[in-house]
Every structure is written in structure tokens, then in C-alpha cells.
């Protein structure tokens, strides 16, 4: 059985580049596994600050780093993965049911993050024992 966390992984986007600056575009069912509902971002991120702590029962997300960087901790309770993202041309897919942890955010930097569902706060976990319980019912 493969396990959630091996679904997620880094999806290349397309790049057009020109010497007048180089263009990426992203389509929904395209370039990422579905549908786009809901884009944010995050920017401002304070030094040493953390971002997520949360895991979602139904939602996928396409996490970019639009500028700077910052680095994504990927937790299915059975094994964790860390990704350090630092080029707007490739995005993280994160799956549903797992935890997430975004950190070490530089100077400046911009998370853009595209959701296949609008915001609904029934589809978070925001306790990481509730999670993994949730997760050893299933």
C-alpha cells in the first residue's frame, strides 16, 4: 500500500522565458491534479515565524514560492518529508490528510497556494493528535 505522503511531490510548471522576463502559467486539471477554487498567499512572514500546523480532510493544494523561499514539512503520521522551495516555475502538490508545517521563510518571501475547495473550517484538523487518531481509524 502506498503511503499518503509518497503523493506528494513536486510539480515542474511551465516556463516561457524571454529576455524581457520569463512568464509561468498554471491551469487547473492541467498542470495540477484539480480544479482550482480558492488561491491565497502568504508574505510578511515574520523571522523564525511558522506557518500551517494543520492538516486537511478533503483539500489539495499546489504550494509555490512566488518569491524567496521557505521550507514545507510534510507529516501522514507514518513518515515525514521536508521540501525547501525557492522557484516560482515549480509548485508542491500536497494531498489530503497531511499534516503540513511551512518555516524557515527568507526575507521577502511570497506563498502562493492554490486549493481545490473554498475555505471551510470543517476540513481542518488543527490538533496533531487528532489528526494521527483520525489517520489509525481509517
Not at 516556463?15 to 502559467?25: A, E, Q, S, Y
Not at 481545490?116 to 476540513?123: H, K, L, M, R, V
Request: net charge negative.
Amino acid at each position: 500500500m502506498t503511503s499518503p505522503i509518497e503523493k506528494c511531490r513536486l510539480i515542474d510548471l511551465p516556463k516561457i522565458t524571454d529576455p524581457r522576463g520569463n512568464l509561468t502559467f498554471i491551469e487547473g486539471g492541467n498542470h495540477v491534479p484539480f480544479d482550482i477554487s480558492r488561491v491565497y498567499y502568504l508574505y510578511d512572514v515574520p523571522g523564525g515565524s511558522e506557518r500551517g500546523g494543520h492538516a486537511h480532510k478533503g483539500l489539495h493544494q499546489l504550494i509555490i514560492a512566488m518569491s524567496g523561499s521557505f521550507d514545507v514539512l510534510l507529516d501522514d503520521g507514518a513518515g515525514k518529508r521536508r521540501f525547501h522551495l525557492n522557484r516560482s516555475y515549480y509548485g508542491l502538490y500536497v494531498c489530503p490528510m497531511i499534516w503540513r508545517e511551512l518555516d524557515n521563510f527568507s526575507s521577502g518571501s511570497v506563498c502562493l497556494v492554490l486549493a481545490s475547495n473554498i475555505y471551510e473550517e470543517s476540513d481542518y484538523y488543527r490538533d496533531y493528535n487528532e489528526f494521527i487518531e483520525s489517520r489509525e481509524r481509517k
